[in-house]
């Protein structure tokens, strides 16, 4: 991999993981007071509504962001300026479009669509939530042109402030709702006001960006850019395939939604309430899962427009090594936090949610195994994305969408199974788009990727790290136990010291196994200066 194509895709990467770090703690500060505040029966209101909200922000920008990172990287690397540019103009107009539909559906039929989810409490978070899909459409145009440039630094400040005031008016709003007697239907439409928020902080924050770094001056360029109609042509072309993808993952989540709250009550026996609180129980759980993907989200984003440019240069070879690099670093990041998250489920949801339903450890074990999975098929979407193979992610989604309904149908509605089933059809679900993604990579990419160099090593030390922080935890609890009066300080101090040394054993196992190398070092900002520092050859 030439020196400087690694260092612009895994510094854009940096930059933006930077950023999650920060967004991960807000998040946090948002998220787990915020499940306190509803309880498990209100966050699954709050959940109802994100779900709907996503699955139609999916429609509008899943596919086309990435399709304009990756026309304006296209365009910037064979130095057509006018064709950046007039790229952006049609992208910014589409997705203003798709935006303000989506917005109508959600701010017009809310009762409707809460309803048909089987949660019509749902209905006010669904209306305070529609402007949130213009306002994030928007944005994501400004965005996916910055990223198109090889320039994540717009994107990362831009997602700090948009989380940071949805968290400050979320948190406000549901605690104040709360407080003065109202409902947790009202209480969770108030919490997701912070979204709307957020999203419209982040757009003037990424206008005015563009507007002071990449305004329209006159070029002394003598590229023609394509007509306005041939540009929305391709990006149709290209952005509709991943947005079909993505979607059939967001319809089949929001199906799954609605077919397990049905499947508790009609075939498990489960009241309304009871339902509602297991499936609140189970996005607490879902919020935690996530973690590790929101790290990897960063290299997805960067590898999009790192692949494109080489491929447009048609250096292959330079291709294969970003794709096979970028999969063993994800398995590298991801592996551990899936590992940790399963062996410590326990302690994590006993301590972040003190009062939920007892069902939340064993559902955080189950999702921590998912969470890996969700990452490998990310990034190996991106890839394939990134390639020009558009068609695949789509076939892997829709087998794996299927596989999770098939499953979640018949555990679900066991009444000894009940909500651990929808779980169990998530790591079907993603298992089966990992394997067929990696077959579709070796393909149609030009040189196989090998897995036992991408895999072994991660999984090795992850193992080891894995029994290190379950032996620390259950000898530090114990100790603490009959030294801390309080249950939930005790719990809480263990499973820090459980974390902290399991972090560093997994430091220690990765140099000694030479999962991270000095090269894989050199291709992050000062990381020369770090593997020097940790002795990585």
């Known amino acids: 991999m030439s020196d400087s194509k690694g260092q612009n895709?895994?510094?854009?990467?940096?930059?933006?993981?930077?950023?999650?770090?920060?967004?991960?703690?807000?998040?946090?500060?948002?998220?787990?007071?915020?499940?306190?505040?509803?309880?498990?029966?209100?966050?699954a209101y709050f959940l109802v509504a994100y779900n709907i909200y996503n699955l139609l922000l999916t429609i509008a920008t899943a596919g086309f962001p990435v399709a304009l990172s990756r026309m304006i990287s296209e365009a910037n690397t064979l130095g057509r300026p006018m064709q950046v540019r007039r790229t952006f103009r049609v992208a910014l107009a589409t997705f203003a479009?798709?935006?303000?539909?989506?917005?109508?559906?959600?701010?017009?039929?809310?009762?409707?669509?809460?309803?048909?989810?089987?949660?019509?409490?749902?209905?006010?978070?669904?209306?305070?939530?529609?402007?949130?899909?213009?306002?994030?459409?928007?944005?994501?145009?400004?965005?996916?042109?910055?990223q198109g440039l090889n320039n994540m630094k717009p994107t990362t400040v831009g997602q700090v402030l948009e989380v940071l005031v949805k968290v400050i008016v979320g948190l406000?709003?549901?605690?104040?709702?709360?407080?003065?007697?109202?409902?947790?239907?009202?209480?969770?439409?108030?919490?997701?006001?912070?979204?709307?928020?957020?999203?419209?902080?982040?757009?003037?924050?990424?206008?005015?960006?563009?507007?002071?770094?990449?305004?329209?001056?006159?070029?002394?360029?003598?590229?023609?850019?394509?007509?306005?109609?041939?540009?929305?042509?391709?990006?149709?072309?290209?952005?509709?395939?991943?947005?079909?993808?993505?979607?059939?993952?967001?319809l089949i989540t929001l199906i799954d939604m609605k077919l397990v709250l049905e499947r508790l009550q009609t075939a498990?026996?489960?009241?309304?309430?009871?339902?509602?609180?297991?499936?609140?129980?189970?996005?607490?759980?879902?919020?935690?899962?996530?973690?590790?993907?929101?790290?990897?989200?960063?290299?997805?984003?960067?590898?999009?427009?790192?692949?494109?440019?080489?491929?447009?240069?048609?250096?292959?070879?330079?291709s294969c090594d970003?794709?096979?690099?970028?999969?063993?670093?994800?398995?590298?990041?991801?592996?551990?936090?899936?590992?940790?998250?399963?062996?410590?489920?326990?302690?994590?949801?006993?301590?972040?949610?003190?009062?939920?339903?007892?069902?939340?450890?064993?559902?955080?074990?189950?999702?921590?195994?998912?969470?890996?999975?969700?990452?490998?098929?990310?990034?190996?979407?991106?890839?394939?994305?990134?390639?020009?193979?558009?068609?695949?992610?789509?076939?892997?989604?829709?087998?794996?969408?299927l596989v999770k309904i098939g499953v979640n149908w018949v555990l679900v509605g066991n009444p000894d199974i009940n909500i651990y089933g929808a779980p169990i059809g998530t790591i079907c679900c993603y298992l089966a788009m990992c394997l067929m993604n990696l077959a579709f990579m070796c393909r149609c990419m030009e040189r196989r990727p090998s897995m036992a160099r991408i895999f072994a090593r991660p999984l090795l030390s992850s193992a080891l790290m894995g029994v290190a922080a379950w032996a620390v935890y259950e000898t530090v609890h114990g100790i603490a136990s009959g030294i801390i009066s309080s249950a939930w300080l005790g719990m809480a101090f263990s499973m820090l010291i459980a974390i902290g040394v399991a972090c560093l054993i997994y430091l220690v196992l990765i140099i000694v196994t030479r999962a991270v190398t000095l090269e894989d070092m050199k291709l992050i900002p000062r990381g020369e200066k770090l593997a020097k520092l940790l002795h990585i050859r």
């Not at 991960?24 to 966050?43: F, R, T």
């Not at 409490?121 to 213009?134: C, G, N, T």
């Not at 770094?213 to 394509?226: F, L, M």
């Not at 398995?331 to 007892?358: C, F, R, T």
């Open 172 to 250: 406000v709003l549901a605690w104040y709702l709360t407080r003065a007697g109202k409902s947790l239907a009202i209480a969770s439409a108030g919490a997701v006001f912070g979204t709307v928020a957020g999203g419209l902080a982040a757009l003037i924050y990424m206008f005015a960006f563009k507007a002071r770094h990449y305004s329209d001056k006159p070029s002394a360029s003598a590229d023609r850019a394509d007509s306005s109609g041939a540009i929305f042509l391709r990006l149709m072309r290209i952005g509709i395939p991943i947005t079909l993808g993505a979607s059939v993952m967001s």
């Open 322 to 401: 970003i794709a096979e690099a970028s999969v063993r670093i994800t398995s590298v990041i991801a592996m551990p936090m899936a590992v940790g998250l399963s062996v410590l489920s326990y302690p994590i949801m006993k301590v972040l949610y003190s009062s939920s339903h007892d069902s939340g450890p064993t559902l955080l074990l189950l999702m921590g195994i998912a969470s890996f999975f969700v990452c490998l098929a990310l990034i190996t979407n991106a890839i394939l994305q990134a390639h020009g193979n558009e068609q695949y992610p789509v076939y892997s989604m829709i087998v794996g969408g």
């Open 97 to 146: 479009a798709l935006g303000a539909a989506a917005s109508v559906v959600m701010y017009l039929f809310p009762t409707e669509l809460a309803v048909s989810m089987g949660e019509p409490r749902a209905a006010q978070s669904i209306w305070a939530l529609s402007p949130a899909v213009l306002l994030v459409c928007l944005t994501s145009a400004y965005r996916g042109h910055a």
């Open 268 to 318: 498990a026996g489960f009241t309304q309430d009871l339902a509602s609180e297991l499936y609140g129980v189970y996005g607490k759980a879902m919020t935690l899962y996530n973690l590790p993907a929101a790290f990897v989200t960063p290299l997805t984003i960067s590898v999009v427009p790192a692949i494109s440019a080489c491929v447009a240069r048609k250096t292959y070879e330079d």
């Open 9 to 43: 895709y895994l510094h854009g990467a940096a930059i933006l993981a930077a950023g999650v770090v920060i967004m991960k703690i807000l998040g946090a500060i948002y998220k787990i007071p915020l499940g306190n505040i509803l309880h498990d029966e209100g966050y």
